[in-house]
């Protein structure tokens, strides 16, 4: 009995014991883990006001410094409070520099279109006096030959009167054109839309045509009987069948026709100009809009034609928001067509 109460007191010792051991392990793990998680909490609550703080100041710091940067993209006078609602909940850093690259090629293009219009201005005034220069010097040469004596020679004067005042009517049409270009060029020109009757329209150019149609001996017809109502400045359409006409006149052949045709597309209308004259070579087809451009000098002078109709037929139906093309073949005949708004 003895030894039974021996073995129990020894058991129990033995457990008192392990749970000593244990509670003052786990008590000792406890407080090492407390002495660190404080510290931890302390430097983490400092780590993140430091970085509000620093995030704050840095931001204000950027913005300070890129103010002159804006300033200069926009042009303008900027506060301090504008610039950070503009960023704000954004990165400024990467916003700043997108928006300086999407500047930056905004920059360059607009360059590139300046230097454009430096070498377009140059060349255009280059072919303006080069334009002017033939006929004031032929006009020169014949008055010169009157006042040298030929105003008393019944055989010339009356002649080169009317040479002279042919080049006087050239360099009317000349500065005529040149003013409709830089007016249309500025948009300076207004449209004036009114419905009004296609088919009539040409079909009475066509009458007024018909005297130097017949003198190249060119046919000209308008193939619709019905009419066709649009919505366009008929004072500048009717300049755009008047140049379209007169070139397939000037640029026919003897014996030759041209055919006004119209193609319905639905809201719209297709107005074709379709002669078999001589024709426009391939290289010289998508040149024969710009200014001054002719494909055979000589003819076109000679016809007193200024290569500035076909810019100003471009323009004005541009003007209109509309599209105007080309087809042709050299020594078949050429086609112009462009559309119109259907008065509905
Ligand atoms: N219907 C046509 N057939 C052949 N060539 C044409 C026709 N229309 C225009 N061209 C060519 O395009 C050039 C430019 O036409 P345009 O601008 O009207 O000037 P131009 O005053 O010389 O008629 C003409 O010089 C001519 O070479
Ligand atoms: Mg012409």
Known sequence: MAVKVKSINLASLSIS????????????VIDTALGYIMPAFIAL??????YAVSHFMIRKFVIYRIKPIYQMMLERNMSMGELESRFAGTDVISDVSDELASW???????????????TYRK???GNVSHELKTPLFTLQGYILTLLDGGLNDPGINVRYLEKANKNVERLIAIVKDLEDISKLEMKIMNLNREQFDIVALCKDIVDSLSEQAKAYQVTLKVTSELPIDVFAD????????TNLLVNSIKYGKPGGMTKVKFVDMFDKVMVEVEDNGIGISKENLPRVFERFFRADKSRSREEGGTGLGLAIVKHI???????INVRSELGKGTVFSFTLNKYL
């Open 17 to 28: 014991v392990v749970t000593f051991i244990l509670t003052y392990a786990i008590l000792i």
């Open 45 to 50: 609550i400092l780590a993140f006001v430091t």
């Open 104 to 118: 930056a090629e905004k920059k360059s293009a607009e360059i590139y279109r300046l230097k454009e219009m430096e």
């Open 123 to 125: 060349e255009f005034l």
């Open 234 to 241: 008929k004072v500048r359409i009717e300049q755009v069948m």
């Open 317 to 323: 139906i541009e003007a209109h928001k509309e599209k």
